[in-house]
């Protein structure tokens, strides 16, 4: 587990909705967390943004604490994307 950064991240509207876009490099492992600093999240959208070998390596999930993004991975050193939805 360790922190990490996005390599990108891109802010949208959606009416009252703020959404964050934030892509992360293919070196993203499962436990590693983002210090997101997004107040009010109240959905996490995570999908892989690489090449996939195997249905385990499609795999990515996460869980929220706060502002904080613990991205789960059916294989490690995966490009994942997050949208984040907040208000």
Do not use: H
């Not at 892509?23 to 210090?35: G, K, L, S």
């Not at 997101?36 to 604490?65: E, K, L, R, W």
């Not at 904080?68 to 294989?75: H, Q």
Request: aromatic share 6%; charged share 10%.
């Amino acid at each position: 587990m360790a922190a990490v950064t996005p390599t990108s991240i891109k802010s949208f509207s959606i009416g009252d909705l703020k959404g964050t876009l934030a892509a992360f490099a293919n070196t993203t492992d499962t436990n590693d967390t983002w210090a997101s600093g997004i107040p009010g999240i109240f959905a996490v959208i995570p999908y892989v943004n690489d090449s996939v070998t195997t249905q385990a390596s499609m795999g990515v999930g996460c869980t929220v604490s706060g502002s904080t993004v613990t991205i789960t991975l059916g294989e490690d050193n995966t490009a994942v994307n997050l949208i984040v939805l907040s208000r």
